[in-house]
């Protein structure tokens, strides 16, 4: 039977190993970690649920950062309730990340506009689409995305970062001798730590 992993009895290096997966989800696109599912709650209090790319963690602040259009629905969701939560179980890794926090949207300050002069081309055609993100089609083909070198300037004002904030964060490592389950919540003076029944 293979060792247990270092962090099974440890709640700092469950911590550690917790943002080592997310920061490595930034970098490494095959990674379960650079597609988190992004939950958000809509007007109607109901809750959605969506892929996004993970492209910044912020350790020492807790951070997480994706980026979208701001016509989106999860733009408008999260501007509306101020609150998102991201979720990524890696089966290889056998290892399941929540986090739950407060999330913001930048649109025309000086942050977004650095995000989105350091961002590639390709990544930023996608924000010139026209009609916008969610407008229903006569047929699947009926929008038109702006030429690469357009998408230079074409899709900035749709362009936006969004900021989470982690207030609360779970790790779960699954293990059939016994699974292993964290939380650790922000307070003033950093991170309250505990383990929870799985
Ligand atoms: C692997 C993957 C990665 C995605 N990454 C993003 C992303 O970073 N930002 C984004 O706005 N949408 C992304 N999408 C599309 C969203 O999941 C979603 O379909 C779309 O943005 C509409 O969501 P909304 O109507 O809830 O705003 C991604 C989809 C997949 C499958």
Redesign the pocket.
Known sequence: MSEHPRFYDDLAACHAELWQRLEQGVSDRHSAFH?PALA?VDPHGRP?V????L?DVDRSAGTLR????RR????S?IAGMRCAALQVYDPAAKIQVRVDGTAEVHTDGWFAETVWTQSQPMSRAVYGISPG??TALAHGGDYTLPDKDDAILDGRENFCVVVIRAERLEFLYLDSRGHRRALWLRSQAGWVETWLAP
Do not use: L, Y
């Open positions: 597609t958000t959605q969506r892929a996004v790319v492209r994706f980026h979208c259009d989106s629905e999860k733009a969701e993100p969610g």
